[in-house]
């Protein structure tokens, strides 16, 4: 009987394992935008493809990620939604318990309180209603592959050269791939430089499904 109970235990513990390397949860966060080919995710994640390539093998080993070929490449994707629920469930749990992740967030989010008046079923109610425009500015192809309702796709890199085709008389609500991301702060920077009344919404894909409201595919 206790072979087997530590059978049970070992099993768990390479879920454990396999999310114990910062890269791998970063690989895992950006699979949760989609799916991506091998050398995608190491330039995104700032690492060498042979690197990217160990760090996957270990997720696919502990059935947390699967894999397709494409032509000549291997493209990865999370082996569920649950895998994407189990990395906002860490991340949170982190979040709640160490001060020094509190701190290191909280020079993300400058404007954080800015939104403590529209939960999120608010937002979704006013993006609908055309009372705010909710912007996305992951690229292009995450936007393709999951994105809040009513959101409307204006990557990063195109927002400067794209501002005339942000109305000045709504309010503004930009996300990307989670409270970690920092393309949502810069975007919310340089819409409040330009004039515009933009908030930051820490939400991305992953999150808002985890809280039980729709994603658009």
Wanted: glycine share 6%; aromatic share 6%.
């Amino acid at each position: 009987m206790r072979e087997l109970k530590n059978h049970l235990y070992e099993q768990v513990a390479r879920i454990g394992k396999a999310v114990a390397s910062p890269k791998r949860l970063e690989l895992i966060e950006l699979l949760c935008q989609g799916e991506k080919t091998v050398e995608v995710l190491a330039a995104q994640a700032g690492i060498s493809v042979k690197l990217a390539s160990a760090h996957l093998k270990e997720l696919r080993e502990a059935r947390l990620a699967e894999t397709r070929k494409d032509g000549k490449y291997v493209v990865y994707r999370l082996a569920s939604t649950g895998v994407a629920d189990l990395w906002v469930t860490l991340r949170a749990a982190a979040e709640e318990r160490l001060v020094e992740l509190q701190v290191a967030l909280a020079t993300i989010v400058e404007h954080g309180d800015d939104l403590k008046g529209f939960d999120r079923v608010a937002i979704l109610r006013k993006a609908k209603a055309g009372e705010v425009l909710v912007l996305d500015v992951r690229p292009a192809d995450e936007f393709t592959a999951a994105h809040l309702p009513h959101a409307r796709s204006l990557p990063l890199g195109e927002l400067k050269k794209r501002l005339a085709e942000i109305p000045k008389d709504m309010p503004v609500v930009a996300y990307c791939r989670g409270p970690f991301c920092l393309m949502a702060k810069d975007a919310v920077e340089l819409l409040r430089s330009k004039g515009y009344h933009a908030f930051h919404l820490t939400d991305g894909v992953a999150e808002w499904r985890a809280h039980g409201l729709p994603i658009e595919i």
